[in-house]
């Protein structure tokens, strides 16, 4: 057998099944078959046609799990076939700044498996082995496909400087806001207040215990302030991407407070910098995760203290790949969707 089935983004909203080669691996990488792997709001940029990077024909898919089906006979390393693994997808250069100084995941020339080469949504993927991590045997191989979305969330919280007992306003429920929500509250948060447009994510953030806003029929900004007796929150985190949630952002905030932006714009937003500068507001971004963020997230998992099963929607045949797309664009339906290659 040399080839495999795939499923395979092919030009803007066409998404369908294919095959591609199996992978050769080289020196120092194995080959996976991939247990479970979910849709990212980047792969919906890429379904969209919106990535700068991505290109067609792209098994897409950087959020997946598996089991080591190959290990090259040169390469001496921990890893078995047979092993169970989780695979942190960022792939960098070693020799700019950013890779010199330790920050290898603001890499100049990062790149991703599933966005730059052939990903999850496929039955075989060959990965290098320091992108590898074993999966604890207590963490289920479905479970262990969302360790890289809640890294990204432990990275965000860590960016924000959140304090013990911070009330957090995050905007925005899709998977990413939820998760926050679970590192934030995993950190020591206060109150969370969480705020969508959609019904089905707002239930599912009041089943995880946090004070939702439905932003069609309330005002976010007044609830905040109305939460903190009109101070504001000591922490919000934009996670939807519109400029509604940018202008909810800043008068959202306490004076000194700090705003951390997640979402990836597809146009430029406009920020009110004066409203910052007059009550010392303080705004930073956020990129991806570092390794020990990833190992971080494994841990929590492990220890029971971050439990994905809520975040998960949907479990779907990688031969249902159009029908996983056409889900993820309505939010009323779903949340994290995993396929089964």
Do not use: W
Not at 17 to 23: A, F, S, V
């Amino acid at each position: 057998m040399s080839e495999m089935k795939a499923g395979l983004y092919k030009s803007p909203k066409h998404v369908e099944m294919g095959q591609l080669p199996i992978p050769t691996i080289k020196k120092d990488e194995v080959l996976v078959k991939v247990s479970f792997a979910g849709i990212c709001g980047t792969d919906m940029m890429i379904y969209f046609g919106r990535h700068p990077r991505a290109k067609a024909p792209l098994a897409m898919g950087h959020e997946f799990s598996g089991i080591i089906e190959k290990v090259h006979p040169l390469s001496v390393d921990e890893f078995s076939v047979g092993d169970r693994v989780v695979i942190e997808p960022t792939l960098s250069c070693g020799s700019c700044d950013a890779c010199r100084s330790g920050q290898f995941h603001v890499c100049n020339l990062l790149q991703l498996i599933g966005i730059d080469h052939h990903g999850g949504f496929a039955e075989y993927v060959s990965v290098p082995t320091h992108r590898l991590h074993k999966i604890p045997s207590n963490v289920t191989e479905e479970h262990a496909a969302v360790v890289e979305p809640v890294a990204v969330a432990i990275h965000t919280v860590k960016r924000s400087s959140l304090q013990l007992g911070d009330t957090v306003l995050i905007l925005g429920a899709g998977p990413i806001g939820l998760l926050i929500g679970l590192a934030a509250q995993n950190a020591g948060a206060g109150e969370i207040i969480i705020s969508d447009v959609s019904p089905f994510r707002l239930e599912k953030a009041k089943e995880l215990g946090f004070h939702v806003v439905d932003s069609q029929t309330d005002d976010v900004v007044q609830v905040a302030l109305s939460l903190t007796n009109g101070k504001g929150a000591d922490v919000v985190f934009e996670v939807a991407g519109h400029q509604a949630t940018i202008d909810q952002m800043l008068p959202a905030i306490k004076f000194q407070g700090k705003a951390t932006v997640v979402s990836v714009f597809k146009n430029k937003p406009q920020v009110d910098l004066a409203a910052m500068h007059f009550r010392e507001l303080s705004l930073t971004t956020t990129r991806c995760y570092t390794h020990d963020d990833f190992r971080t997230a494994l841990r929590l998992m492990e220890d029971g203290r971050i439990d994905v099963a809520p975040i998960i929607s949907h479990i779907l045949p990688i031969e249902e790949i159009k029908k996983g797309f056409e889900l993820m664009e309505y939010p009323d339906e779903s949340l994290k969707i995993l396929f089964h290659p």
